[in-house]
């Protein structure tokens, strides 16, 4: 039994995995990436400081931990 298909209609995308990624969505990535990172740090900077304990106001003034 022979089939015979008169039109085919497709998209087909190529792409190579050197080029996923354009450099402007790389670039908007990594800044992303980095400024979470700035976020986290400076959250567990201010839980540090939220836990830390002191004598007070005069050891912080005085630099003291």
């Known amino acids: 039994m022979d089939v015979h298909?008169?039109?085919v209609v497709s998209t087909v995308r190529a792409v190579s995995n050197?080029?996923?990624l354009s450099q402007r969505a790389l670039e908007k990535i990594?800044?992303?990436?980095?400024?979470a990172m700035r976020a986290q740090?400076?959250?567990e900077e201010r839980?540090?400081?939220d836990r830390r304990?002191?004598?007070g106001?005069?050891?912080e003034q005085e630099g003291e931990d």
């Open 5 to 7: 298909i008169n039109e």
């Open 18 to 20: 050197d080029t996923m």
């Open 30 to 35: 990594v800044r992303t990436v980095l400024s």
């Open 41 to 43: 740090r400076a959250d």
């Open 47 to 49: 839980t540090k400081t």
């Open 53 to 55: 304990v002191t004598n």
């Open 57 to 59: 106001a005069r050891d």
